[in-house]
């Protein structure tokens, strides 16, 4: 039978005040199994009664080991298990990795395949705030936001399974562009979506932004400024309610997002309610880039015609010699890619989200990291809970909007 | 000739003491909150309007081990958490059942590596296995309406 | 190369003695590892990079030196251009400088590094694992570490397996 190998209070006493030593203060577990620690955290909390003094988070229940595993597969065949870092956001993991390998191989992605995974990111993005949205509000007891968010979520979900088969784990974007091109219902399935979400979003605002109670409870709540976000590294909507209009789809474009007319909402308060204000917004400018791309979709080849990379398609391979050996390679020993070091970041719903990938020369990867953000947030937990009461974690936890396969990897 | 013909429309049915209890026993089973990973979202996913849990009685999940009786396993088990999860499965009073949902939980699914464990069987006692990476929330359906049919079928001398 | 990050490179490469790469349009620094407080805290304080992006290690096996390489990348809120830098760690004892009172973010990278690594970071506040349970043995990232890999079971070895796998019991 395993035993739980714990820390005493003796081993962690660095970590807390003097005063839990002499019993003042209390040492509490908001152990890995809890109602609102979205996913298995664990808090260790020193309160002065009811007041938090020192929060002192303990990951890594949820460690994988996805990037040994990745190093003992081929780059095709690695790209599964990317899907299930950050489980919400599924089209980003893929997405980081396709674009850290083209960066490295110089494969180019056509503008059909562009248009296309801005699309289903800005759809994943939309779905990741829905969850964030029905979690942190059934936190604070606000149950029927998160039925209706589930709802709104089904309908991307039909989405994605349209497109690549699965719900949630698509691997739908490979080096080099798609790995087929969407069927006619798609155009149909996202106007439909495009349709009906302004409404559905004034609903969830309607029932949130104005309640005194959600007001109450929100504002004033886990402060932080921009210079501790810069220095601990915190990005993405956390940041820009602090004030700093800081957004990767701005400052280093990828994918097209150029040519998109979108902006970057931001708040300057830095609380909890900063922060839902942040998320909301950027709901609807994701509405925004959506439709800018459906209605520029360009036609064209969905992926890239290098063949030393990209297989051959199949209607080819009875008819060339040359086609069958790619493909033979291809399936047998995997592509090379040439040997050196990258590194690329996307924005995810939580901040940056970067792959760092080394390569050998062989057919599967030497290293390959991803620089995560839901790190750094978790880092930040003792700042922002500092002095706030035990009811309040559980607002800041829902706020922060933390994936723990994210951190934990 | 039994009891039911003498009585009529008396509104008295006859059952034996086994299939009461077992039926009472599948009709509102209170599943302990144990999301770990992705499968963990299409467990909420089948707990919201459009595949609704409700109807078997299960929307709430307690968050208590001691007021729950049904573990739904989701997501991958690490090294790190196995212990916990045995003591959670400790902690709850008998009956109590176990499902295994998704790969991970079921066998390591993707993962073989020294992270996960291959399968919670590994460490508790698992009634019914639901595939899938995640299982669609139909998925998760049938594998509850396929613990409902064992619970009914369990003999008096075997209860625990 | 991009002008500011043009200017960092320049002043460290005469300061340090660092050597400079350029691949795929990102800039590399090779830098020695005993100096490397000293060039984060120019780096931060003379030309701006605020933000601490990435941490990690790569392992080049048991018989090569140096055996890891550090790596780090940081960012700069005005011109959003990363710089790379690498930092040689050899192999007994494998030990460096942690950065963590410059770039307070990278407290649990540092963590993670020698959880999964075993490079010990002298000057850390707190070093302890973080993904693997307190008293695991070995650092499971390095080459030589096994993958902890199980036999799958196909219908032939099925029941020898069955045999050696543990078994939960209520």
Redesign the interface.
């Known amino acids: ?7 005493t209070l003796d ?1 962690l006493k ?2 807390f005040s003097p005063a839990a030593q002499t019993g003042e203060t209390m040492v509490l577990n908001m ?5 609102s620690t979205h ?2 955290l664990r808090l260790i909390v020193e309160l002065d009664g009811e007041i938090v003094v020192n929060c002192v988070p303990d ?11 990745m190093e ?1 597969k081929t780059y095709q065949k690695a790209e ?2 990317t899907d ?1 870092m950050d ?2 956001y599924t089209i980003g993991n893929n997405l980081v990795y396709c674009l850290a390998i083209e ?2 191989t110089g494969l180019k992605s056509p503008p059909r395949s562009d248009a296309i995974r801005v699309i289903l990111t800005e759809l994943s993005r939309l779905q990741s705030h829905l ?1 964030w949205i029905g ?1 942190s509000a059934l936190d604070l007891a606000a149950m029927s936001v ?2 209706y968010a ?2 709104e ?2 309908m991307i ?1 039909d989405i994605f399974e349209l497109v690549s088969g699965q ?3 698509t691997t739908y974007i490979r080096p080099g562009g798609l790995w087929r091109d969407v069927p006619a219902e798609f155009d149909a399935a996202v106007r439909k979506v495009l349709d009906v979400f302004p409404a559905r979003i004034d609903e969830y605002e309607g029932l949130l932004t104005n309640n005194y109670l959600f007001k109450d409870r929100t504002k004033g709540i886990g402060k932080i400024d921009t210079a501790s976000c ?4 915190v990005s993405g909507p956390t940041l820009r309610a602090t004030g ?1 209009a ?1 957004d990767q789809r701005k ?2 474009p990828y994918s097209g997002y150029e040519q998109y007319d979108f902006e970057i909402p931001t708040q300057t308060a830095g609380d909890v309610y900063a922060r839902y204000q942040v998320r909301v917004a950027e709901m609807r400018e994701s509405l925004k880039i959506i439709r800018q791309a459906l209605d520029k979709l360009p036609f064209g080849p969905v992926i890239d015609n290098n063949r030393k990379y990209v297989p051959p398609p199949r209607s080819e391979l009875g008819v060339s010699m040359e086609s069958l050996i790619h493909h033979f390679k291809l399936w047998t020993e995997g592509f090379t890619p040439p040997a ?4 690329t ?1 996307i924005e995810s719903p939580r901040g ?1 989200l ?1 792959v ?1 990938l ?1 390569s050998d020369g062989g057919p599967k990867p ?2 390959v ?1 991803y ?1 995560t953000p839901s ?2 947030l ?2 930040v937990m003792p700042i922002l809970s500092k002095g706030h009461f035990v009811a309040d974690l559980v607002a800041i936890i829902g706020s922060i909007d933390i994936i ?2 994210d951190a ?1 990897r | 000739m039994g009891v039911e013909q003498k009585l009529g429309n008396a509104g008295i049915v006859t059952t034996t003491l086994e299939q009461a209890i077992d039926w009472s026993r599948t009709d509102s089973m209170w599943p302990l ?6 499968c ?3 467990m ?2 089948a707990q ?3 595949y609704d849990l409700s109807r078997f009685g299960m929307e709430l ?1 307690r ?1 208590s081990p001691r007021q729950s009786d049904l573990m739904i396993v989701a ?2 088990v ?7 999860l ?3 499965y400790d902690q709850m009073p008998d009956p109590k059942w176990v499902i295994a949902m998704g790969d991970c939980a079921a066998c390591g699914g ?7 464990l291959q399968g919670v069987d590994e ?1 508790v006692p698992v009634d019914v296995y639901v595939a899938g ?2 299982p ?1 929330p139909e998925g998760l359906i049938h594998g509850i309406i396929l613990l409902h049919n064992k619970v009914r079928t369990e003999k008096l001398a075997e209860w625990k | 190369m991009e002008e500011k990050i043009q200017l960092a490179v320049k002043a460290i490469t005469e300061q340090f003695g660092a050597t400079a790469g350029e ?2 349009g ?1 800039t590399t620094l090779f830098i020695p590892a005993e100096k490397i407080v000293e060039i984060f805290k120019v780096l931060r304080d003379e030309f701006g990079f ?5 941490e ?1 290690a ?2 080049y096996g048991v018989g090569k030196t140096p055996r890891f390489n550090m ?1 780090y ?1 940081l960012n700069t ?1 005005s011109t ?1 251009q ?1 710089l ?1 830098l690498r930092a040689p760690v050899n192999d007994n004892p494998a030990e460096i400088d942690s950065v963590e009172s410059v ?3 990278a ?3 540092e963590r993670e590094v020698w959880d999964l690594f075993g490079i010990r970071f002298k000057g850390h ?2 070093l ?8 695991w043995e070995g650092h ?2 390095r080459k030589d ?1 096994p ?2 890999y199980e036999e799958v079971q196909y219908t032939f070895n099925y029941e020898e397996i069955k045999l050696k796998k543990p078994r939960g019991e209520r």
């Open positions: 039978m395993r035993e739980i190998q714990e820390y081993e660095h970590l152990g890995p199994q809890h109602p996913g298995v990951i890594g229940y949820l460690h994988t080991g996805i990037e040994k595993n003992y599964v298990m299930r489980y919400m960066k490295l969850i979690t998160f039925l589930m709802r979520r089904e979900l719900r949630m784990m810069l220095a601990w590294n700093l800081q400052s280093n050196g070091s990258v590194y970041s940056e970067g760092f080394e030497y290293r990291h620089r790190i750094p978790l880092q723990l396969g934990d | 909150l144990f999301g770990l990973a992705c963990a979202i299409e909420m996913g919201a309007p459009s999940n968050a997501g991958r690490s090294q790190k958490m196995a212990p916990v045995r003591n959670l993707v993962f073989n590596n020294y992270a996960v460490i990476c995640p669609r | 691949f795929r990102e605020e933000s601490l992006v990435l990690t790569v392992d790596v990348a809120m959003h990363y790379n770039y307070p973010g407290n649990w990278r506040s707190d302890r694992r973080i993904m693997m349970p307190p008293n499971p990232l570490y993958l902890g």
